[in-house]
């Protein structure tokens, strides 16, 4: 079956839609965005053709019989078999990739036994992260895998450092804290290694496999058609456009390159048709998009000069915090008193946060404060791009934390006056459901097999 | 001020590039020749007058933008901070005293000489007042100050006009007999002020084409060119009539062969977007800033940075006849002086006059006289037009205010909106 597909490349994570020749949704991936953009766009369409292949999985379990609950169990397990099983075959990447570094004869044994006990820690704590109800602090390898490598490496490093006596002149200390940093050292070389391998996602046959073997209960075999229907499904890549911050470095033809203004205003617009104005709060922009009836952009703003109050705010506070991004939202939403925070400088809410928690203050009342910063600036974008119409479409990453959004929705009432406030679930793909959508277009005109064969080093006319 | 290299050159902007080495080589050799140099504004700048005096102008602004054209500005602001002027402040301030405080060696590398007298033409830039209150301590020079009343109802009385033009007989013209030690000839000033007028036509000749399709220029980026020798040292010399001839020539002949602008990387082929620019362009990415225009095939075919020195396209004229009174208006009818509701009407006509599919406002922090207002004017612009109002962020001099990547992406989107709307407009 031939697919179009949208592609954002965000400064903090790319995601890609894959759509039917229908304009239906086939799938959805997400990756986090890397040094090499290439690979970014590379997994996070393998990613989304997976999930186009689980949404076949599901069309072939449909037919099946079963009922509604028991696809959705089936379908569940199989796909948190599917993500421990991926997560297992990237952890032996990642451990190829760190013995080829202990290859290197400067690094002492104690080093080498180390990083052998972290990445056998980590493969006996695999299947704990997948259990059914687990919650995770990132979908990400990098994240889940970096968290857990910490902590090992700082156990073990702890039980296998002498002691610091107190004798004068011992310095037993200082070997401890080697340990730990050279297994960090080790970890954050490889990891970067690991994540510009588009192999360590793998493919959909061979991991689902290993998935269905691994189900508590042997598959059905309505399930293991499905999925063998699924896996041997042709897709074929019919049109392709990117947009996004990085998009001057997607590997597209220029032609195949849309703005994420038009490609945030279209996508928001078909989640929800009587869109009039957008707001996405990205990793380091910000912006603020009117749209007519038909999703056309009709005025915007931006942040220029400076990213303060964008996304990676948040991602600074939760470092700053030693919190996942995810636990950002659920904490500020308990807050009682939310402090008065005015800065929206990234750096500058570091140092208040720091200073308030010295005080006492609750850290649910900063983090609320802290939320708040950051929709004020956006407001201003919003009043700047004239204002808040209804329906109003928040999209966007930070749109899935719910302390944002009740901020969001708090500020918007008290200056524009009651508003429909659309959220989707899904409101982080809207940039690249957008550019699906344009692929589409430029499919069904015809430019869209031509676009294909550029990206094979063909010229390529301009999309209209 | 000089052409980027890289642009093909037309007869005419060589000898603008050798008017203006020549005039800096004369700044040069003021102090030895026993000359008097007047440090004055680009905006109200009374040239004729001061060279009805013989005396020698020097354009700070002038310099700013040349030094931030050339990479110097960087370091120049840096010596300003560090000597205790804030972040905040005007580019063009900083990089101006940063560059007296270094020596006060000029952008082609020649010492500029000191200023016998600060001409402070005041035509709606506050920081003009504090900038040359710096200057004056800087050089203990003396200043005369001529207060240009702001244009709040949208005219010129004639109220505003005597007001003006009793400062130059009692402020102005006694600072510069004093200086100099010669006397005012007012017959010298009408002479000089008859080649002015016959410059501005040409000028406005040359602005006014680019209703053609294809427009044969740029109005903003090669517009800054154009507006060197008029708004500068050569009001009212011959150098500025050939100049403004040569020039006339050069692009009627564009004009007739259906040619577009000259562009930093040659002849621009297809004219996709016609634009019209408010603000002032940032100068230290200049070329850069101009290629993201090229590279979407967008021609400015309009600006309003191109009026600071002065508005000729509504028919104003020196007037040898009336030298101080068209003195006077010419001070009162420079952009920076005209209030908000005349901004949107000029932008408003220059987008239906010039047939442009938009507008946009590269607005800069530190210059209030620009920026102060510039939303309202977009929307209201946009309300009046029916076309999409576009909006930039970036700085006059200060290399740090200009991330070009941001500035690309909001410029492709605003051209992609353009052709989205063209888009549905053929569908409709």
Known sequence: MRYAVGIDLGSTTTKAVVLD?????????????????????????????????????????????????????????????????????QLGVL???????????????????????????????????FVEGASRKSDFFRDLAGSLYMQLAEEHA???????????????????ASLFDQLVGLYDKAILEVENRPTAAADFDAIVERALAAMDDAAPAALKTSVEVAAATTLDEWAKVGTGYGRQRLPFPEGCIRSEILCHGLGAHTMFPDTRTVLDIGGQDTKAIQVDDQGIVTSFQMNDRCAAGCGRYLGYIADEMNLGLHELGPLAVQSTRPARINSTCTVFAGAELRERLSLGERREDILAGLHRAIVIRAMSLLARSGGVSDEFTFTGGVARNAAATGALRRLVTENYGPRTMNISPDSIYTGALGAALFALRSGRSGDGAAAAAARDGAPVETIP | MSAPSVVPKDASQDRQKRMIAAHFDRLAEVEERGEKAVYTFVPGNLTELLLSFGVAPVLPEINALQSGMRGLSKDYIARAEKDGHSEDVCTYVKCDIGMSRGGNVGPTGKRLPKPDLLLLSYTGCFTFLKWFELLREEYDAPTAMLHVPYQGGGTITDAMRKYVVDQLKSKVIPALERITGRAYDEDLLSEHLARSAKAEDDLVHVLESARHRPSPIDAYFGGVYYIGPIFTAFRGTEDAVDYYA???????ERVRLGLGPV??????????????????????????????????????????????????????????????????????????????????????????????????????????????????????VEERTGRPGGFIESDLVDPRYFSAANIKNRLESYFQMIEQKRSRGDAR
């Open chain 1, 95 to 129: 451990d190829t990739v760190l013995a080829e570094q202990l290859e290197d004869p400067s690094i002492v044994d104690a080093t080498r036994a180390g990083v052998a006990a972290v990445v056998a820690g980590m493969r006996a704590r695999a299947g704990a992260l």
């Open chain 2, 246 to 252: 040569e020039l006339r020539a050069e692009i009627d």
């Open chain 1, 21 to 89: 020749e229908q304009g239906a949704v086939l799938g959805r991936g997400i990756t986090n965005s890397r040094s090499n953009y290439d690979v970014a766009c590379e997994v996070a369409l393998a990613e989304a053709l997976i999930n186009t292949r689980f949404s076949l999985v599901a069309s072939g379990l449909a037919r099946s019989g079963f009922t509604e609950d028991a696809r959705t169990a089936l379908l569940g397990e199989l796909e948190r078999r599917f993500r421990e099983q991926q997560y297992r075959h």
């Open chain 2, 263 to 380: 562009t930093p990387d040659g002849e621009l082929e297809k004219e996709r977007y016609r634009v019209v620019v408010e603000g002032p362009p940032n100068w230290t990415s200049f070329r850069e800033f101009w290629r993201m225009f090229v590279d979407e095939g967008a021609v400015v075919v309009a600006s309003t940075y191109t009026k600071v020195g002065g508005v000729y396209d509504n028919g104003f004229r020196h007037d040898p006849s009336r030298p101080l009174e068209s003195l006077a208006e010419y001070c009162l009818g420079c952009y920076t002086n005209l209030d908000l509701p005349t901004r949107v009407d000029m932008l408003s006509r220059y987008v239906t006059d010039y047939e442009a599919d938009g507008f946009l406002i590269n607005s800069v922090k530190s210059c209030n006289s620009f920026s102060a207002g510039q939303l309202l004017i977009l929307r209201q």
């Open chain 1, 158 to 176: 702890r039980v296998h450092t002498p002691k610091r006596s107190c004798a004068a002149g011992d310095d037993g200390g200082a070997p401890r």
